[in-house]
């Protein structure tokens, strides 16, 4: 029987790090076995690029977004087979890239089809960012409402919606640096432009969508037998045309993971196990739900039972 008061939760792009797995690989048969996989299917060494980089390769989008979903689901076979994580979830639930990993550890998807599709992801979104040059910033301490209002008159959108008083906003560079002058203007305690490629979740990514409907398409998704959250709409869905949906919208729309966050605990969740590298998504749902108990799945250290 699921845990009703655990959820599992994924991180996605900017939580890569040069060496993250390589403790799980070189000491765990299962973690192992995946990063072997995931090399000869893609063709190519990711699990060098995970464990040595360099940065500058690990870091572009078509390479982080594989490397994070494989070194995730490693993390969570290591912890399944050492019994740092007994039983299943009541949800599972992924920031962005993550809903494909969370999508494979509920089992609608095989680790081999997820990870060509978060390939493919990587490749299209690329694409789309060289094709449309834009970019993202952080803004803090400003709500929900007023950020959209900003980038309503600046041209730009709302990308994230992490915390309470964090929020990610995207579009062209223009648009972005005078989203980031109107929200200090009213009252932002910091607007901060991101370190990326892309305006991901905007717009500007809708070059990607046509490739990624086909890829969705042509995959086979079942019903997750863990309920999965969605970004999109902050509710459990199950109908796998409904979850190619999903994963085709979230390119151009924003992530809602406060939302996400809400309905997971309104639902009786008090434990929210970060699963993969990094520790993002711990960090805003101390802010979102605060008496939650966190936990984080990333490595051997964090094995212990």
């Given at each position: 029987?699921?845990?009703?008061?655990?959820?599992?939760?994924?991180?996605g792009?900017?939580?890569?790090?040069?060496?993250?797995?390589?403790?799980?690989?070189?000491?765990?048969?299962?973690?192992?076995?995946?990063?072997?996989?995931?090399?000869?299917?893609?063709?190519?060494?990711?699990?060098?690029?995970?464990?040595?980089?360099?940065?500058?390769?690990?870091?572009?989008?078509?390479?982080a977004?594989?490397?994070?979903?494989?070194?995730?689901?490693?993390?969570?076979a290591?912890?399944?087979e050492?019994?740092?994580?007994?039983?299943?979830?009541?949800?599972?639930?992924?920031?962005?890239?993550?809903?494909?990993?969370?999508?494979?550890?509920?089992?609608?998807?095989?680790?081999?089809?997820?990870?060509?599709?978060?390939?493919?992801?990587?490749?299209?979104?690329?694409?789309?960012?060289?094709?449309?040059?834009?970019g993202?910033?952080?803004?803090?301490?400003?709500?929900?409402?007023?950020?959209?209002?900003?980038?309503?008159?600046?041209?730009?959108?709302?990308?994230?919606?992490?915390?309470?008083?964090?929020?990610?906003?995207?579009?062209?560079?223009?648009?972005?640096?005078?989203?980031?002058?109107?929200?200090l203007?009213?009252?932002?305690?910091?607007?901060?432009?991101?370190?990326?490629?892309?305006?991901?979740?905007?717009?500007?990514?809708?070059?990607?969508?046509?490739?990624?409907?086909?890829?969705?398409?042509?995959?086979?998704?079942?019903?997750?037998?863990?309920?999965?959250?969605?970004?999109?709409?902050?509710?459990?869905?199950?109908?796998?045309?409904?979850?190619?949906?999903?994963l085709?919208?979230?390119?151009?729309?924003?992530?809602?993971?406060?939302?996400?966050?809400?309905?997971?605990?309104?639902?009786?969740?008090?434990?929210?196990?970060?699963?993969?590298?990094?520790?993002?998504?711990?960090?805003?749902?101390?802010?979102?739900?605060?008496?939650?108990?966190?936990?984080n799945?990333?490595?051997?250290?964090?094995?212990?039972?």
């Amino acid at each position: 029987m699921p845990d009703p008061t655990v959820a599992w939760m994924f991180p996605g792009q900017g939580s890569q790090e040069r060496g993250m797995g390589r403790d799980l690989y070189e000491s765990n048969a299962r973690a192992r076995e995946l990063f072997d996989r995931a090399d000869d299917l893609l063709g190519r060494p990711l699990s060098r690029l995970c464990f040595d980089g360099p940065d500058d390769d690990l870091n572009r989008t078509a390479n982080a977004q594989p490397a994070i979903y494989v070194t995730s689901l490693a993390c969570l076979a290591a912890a399944r087979e050492s019994g740092a994580l007994a039983g299943e979830p009541a949800f599972v639930a992924g920031h962005s890239l993550g809903e494909y990993t969370a999508l494979a550890a509920a089992g609608a998807l095989t680790f081999e089809d997820g990870l060509r599709l978060v390939e493919r992801r990587g490749q299209l979104t690329q694409a789309a960012a060289l094709a449309t040059p834009g970019g993202m910033a952080a803004v803090l301490g400003i709500d929900e409402a007023a950020a959209a209002a900003v980038c309503a008159e600046a041209g730009a959108e709302l990308c994230n919606i992490n915390s309470p008083g964090q929020l990610v906003i995207g579009g062209t560079k223009d648009a972005v640096a005078r989203a980031c002058e109107l929200a200090l203007e009213r009252g932002a305690r910091k607007a901060v432009p991101l370190d990326v490629s892309g305006a991901f979740h905007t717009s500007l990514m809708q070059p990607a969508v046509a490739g990624m409907r086909e890829a969705v398409d042509a995959t086979e998704i079942r019903a997750p037998s863990t309920p999965f959250v969605a970004n999109d709409r902050a509710d459990v869905i199950a109908d796998p045309a409904a979850i190619r949906d999903e994963l085709v919208y979230q390119l151009t729309h924003p992530v809602r993971w406060v939302q996400c966050v809400e309905y997971m605990a309104a639902h009786g969740v008090t434990t929210f196990v970060e699963i993969g590298p990094g520790r993002v998504l711990a960090g805003l749902v101390k802010r979102i739900a605060r008496d939650a108990e966190l936990r984080n799945i990333n490595g051997v250290a964090s094995l212990a039972v």
